[in-house]
């Protein structure tokens, strides 16, 4: 092991971007998001998704901005620290490290959950604890993340590659059947759909958070900031291609869907009441042995995105303990693949720690997934809101260079980011309605830690500085870029 502080620049572009799309995991989005949303709206899905690429494209404006001058593994946590000062960076970076461990810990349960459900597909009896699959997975995890960063992207690329391809494939069978009038139930391809179709627009509106949390993750990449090639160019790009790309196929794979059901009252019941809609739909359009090969991308999916999210982690928690937050040891690469395997192997114990306390103390994979899901998904917000605060620190500094007009954007972004928090903290039964809580405890103990010690504010100051401005780093020397980052 070795305690060098930097790590090498050897990703490309494609291979950034494979980690923000595992960790959205587009299979597990699709098969279980377009329920909730039918639910709510009836037939207008794709009118959801579409919406909710506005938000989601509006969130992603900042990161895409800030990158372009700044990279790091810190992700938020630099990108604040170094436009809003140093305790704002931390509190960010902090309420991101919750989101990244909360995700490891329901990615975990995820791969269990539709591990049985693949093994009841083909009609095996299942008696494992849901802790032993996850554990299987976690040891899985680490020995692709353990290898050099190429081998995760190059990984999560070929795992969640299938899972798309098998959307695409079942998406277009649905749409050239119901085109050619020869769906299973009479079902027609019905355009309708894009509009409220007997809907209101306070429902289609409340609808988009379903769909914004599809893209959950999309900041991923960023933590690669010090290991990819070019950063200035290549991550804002993978930034922007992860939300485009994905946004297409949400729309195209959730008009699919909703059509494959058929836009009458029973089509949406089928649809809204459907407990994974890719396989159910798998079945009636081309046959059992597509549906199992759908219900295994799901698992391959989960699998993905317990590697994704473990690699942001643990890049996180590297730049956390490197700038003096945590153990040194956590900052400490390794000698052959120059990955934060110390970091990586705390974020996997914490994990599957979790997942081994959940399921002793008797609660079911699904729930564990679904409860730590969104918990990621409240400090996601918080960490999000930060960046864009962020944005908005750069461009009234004039420091970017960017016209003043495009504040309206952060300013949005923001706006939108308090009416999803608040659509998940209100109305919750128990114990959904304790999570916001859960969630502003963790946030909150990051902005005492960092108050309560004004060393470890200068500290990070001094670091970011140091890593965003020196020759050969990650960013550029920007005129008044120190100042702001050792503000105290």
Same mark, same amino acid.
């Given at each position: 092991m070795t305690g060098e502080p930097r790590l090498p620049r050897k990703l490309r572009l494609w291979e950034v971007l494979a980690l923000s799309v595992g960790l959205m995991g587009p299979t597990l989005a699709m098969a279980l998001n377009g329920a909730g949303v039918s639910a709510t709206v009836g037939k207008a899905v794709p009118l959801v998704f579409v919406l909710g690429l506005i938000g989601v494209a509006l969130v992603a404006y900042g990161f895409v901005r800030l990158t372009r001058h700044f990279n790091h593994a810190g992700s938020v946590y630099a990108l604040a620290g170094v436009t809003l000062g140093p305790r704002a960076g931390f509190f960010g970076g902090f309420a991101l490290l919750g989101t990244y461990l909360f995700f490891a810990v329901c990615t975990l349960a995820a791969t269990a959950v539709f591990a049985e459900a693949f093994a009841a597909a083909l009609g095996l009896s299942w008696n494992v604890p849901w802790f032993a699959v996850a554990a299987v997975t976690a040891a899985a995890v680490w020995m692709v993340n353990s290898r050099e960063s190429r081998v995760t992207a190059r990984t999560l690329l070929v795992v969640e590659g299938v899972?798309?391809?098998?959307?695409?494939?079942?998406?277009?069978?649905?749409?050239?059947?119901?085109?050619t009038g020869s769906a299973p139930a009479g079902q027609t391809l019905d355009l309708s759909v894009f509009g409220l179709g007997g809907t209101t627009v306070s429902a289609v509106t409340t609808a988009t958070v379903f769909a914004f949390l599809s893209w959950a993750g999309f900041e991923a990449c960023a933590s690669l900031g010090e290991e990819t090639a070019d950063p200035h160019r290549n991550v804002p790009r993978a930034l922007a291609g992860s939300v485009l790309l994905t946004g297409g196929l949400y729309v195209f794979v959730m008009f699919a869907q909703t059509i494959g059901f058929g836009t009458d009252d029973k089509g949406v019941a089928a649809f809204s009441g459907s407990a994974s809609s890719l396989s159910a739909l798998a079945q009636a359009y081309v046959g059992t042995w597509f549906s199992l090969v759908i219900a295994f991308t799901a698992v391959a999916s989960a699998f993905a995105a317990s590697i994704s999210s473990t690699a942001a982690a643990s890049r996180l928690m590297f730049a956390l303990a490197r700038d003096g937050f945590g153990p040194q040891i956590l900052a400490r690469t390794d000698r052959r693949t120059a990955t934060p395997t110390v970091a990586l192997? !705390?974020?996997?114990? $914490?994990?599957? !720690?979790?997942?081994? $306390?959940?399921d002793l103390t008797g609660v079911s994979a699904f729930d564990a997934y679904y409860w730590f899901a969104t918990l990621g998904v409240l400090c996601l917000l918080v960490a999000y809101a930060v960046a864009g605060a962020g944005v908005i620190a750069f461009i009234t500094s004039g420091r970017g260079r960017i016209p003043r007009h495009e504040i309206v954007i952060p300013v949005l972004a923001i706006a939108y980011l308090c009416f999803v928090f608040y659509n998940q903290s209100m109305g919750q039964a128990s114990p959904l309605s304790y999570f916001p809580w859960v969630a502003a405890a963790w946030c909150l103990a990051g902005l005492v830690a960092v108050l309560a010690a004004p060393k470890l504010a200068r500290r990070i100051g001094e670091r970011l500085t140091a890593e965003l401005t020196q020759p050969g780093g990650s960013a550029p020397e920007v005129p008044g870029a120190h100042e702001k980052a050792t503000q105290i």
């Open positions: 899972g798309i391809l098998g959307m695409l494939v079942l998406s277009l069978i649905i749409v050239a059947r119901t085109g192997v !705390a974020a996997l114990i $914490i994990a599957a !720690a979790g997942d081994m $306390i959940l």
